[in-house]
């Protein structure tokens, strides 16, 4: 395989682990039922005028399966902090006790469930039709090498190279989302 080949597949190896991961960190933040830090890892709060992720104005803890404790730095960001989490609309409801805001996570419905693993379906599929598209901008990017040189024998090597790789990621997904799937209908 000559080195233009190798550098295509290399890229697209690269690429499709940044898809993977990204998957990963979606499915991640759909809530399985059990408190986790991450659930809040998108909220932003007013800090003196400027939006500051919540992770950098206090800490976020789970003292069990059940509840989330965030403990700001400055007790005069309480209410921002408990703003943007009712902002942010996750479904639950933040106590501020003037000392900590304490987030109680009620368990899952069976049909909440069903819609959780709905939802974690279609971000499998997000990951699968991007690494879909990584390997057809590959193989593009290989045909493209014809003008420099490449003969069609190492063209059908290198996309032949492109397509196990995306089979071994797609199968990554699928195992991905079947870990979610049955995180989320564990009650």
Same mark, same amino acid.
């Given at each position: 395989m000559s080195e233009l080949i190798k550098k295509q597949v290399t890229e697209a190896k690269?690429?499709?682990d940044k898809a993977i991961d990204h998957c990963d960190g979606e499915l991640n933040k759909?809530?399985?039922?059990?408190?986790?830090?991450?659930?809040?890892?998108d909220i932003v709060v007013d800090y003196y005028g400027s939006p500051t992720p919540l992770n950098q104005v206090g800490s976020v803890?789970?003292?069990?399966?059940?509840?989330?404790?965030v403990q700001p730095w400055e007790k005069s960001l309480l209410s921002a902090i408990e703003k943007a989490i009712m902002e942010a609309n996750l479904g639950v409801n933040p106590q501020n006790d003037g000392v900590i805001i304490r987030i109680n996570v009620p368990p899952l419905t069976e049909?909440?469930?069903?819609?959780l693993v709905k939802k974690a379906k279609a971000? +499998? !599929?997000?990951g699968k039709i991007a690494i879909r598209n990584i390997r057809k901008e590959a193989n593009e990017k290989i045909r493209k090498l014809k003008v420099d040189g490449v003969s069609e024998d190492e063209m059908k090597t290198g996309e +032949? !190279?492109?397509?196990?790789?995306?089979?071994a990621y797609i199968i990554k997904v699928d195992h991905l989302s079947e870990a979610k799937e049955?995180?989320?209908?564990?009650?």
């Open positions: 690269a690429h499709m759909i809530r399985a039922g059990k408190a986790s830090p991450s659930m809040l890892d803890n789970t003292p069990d399966a059940r509840t989330i404790v049909e909440r469930r069903r819609d971000e +499998a !599929e997000t +032949a !190279e492109i397509q196990k790789l995306t089979d049955k995180d989320i209908m564990t009650v």
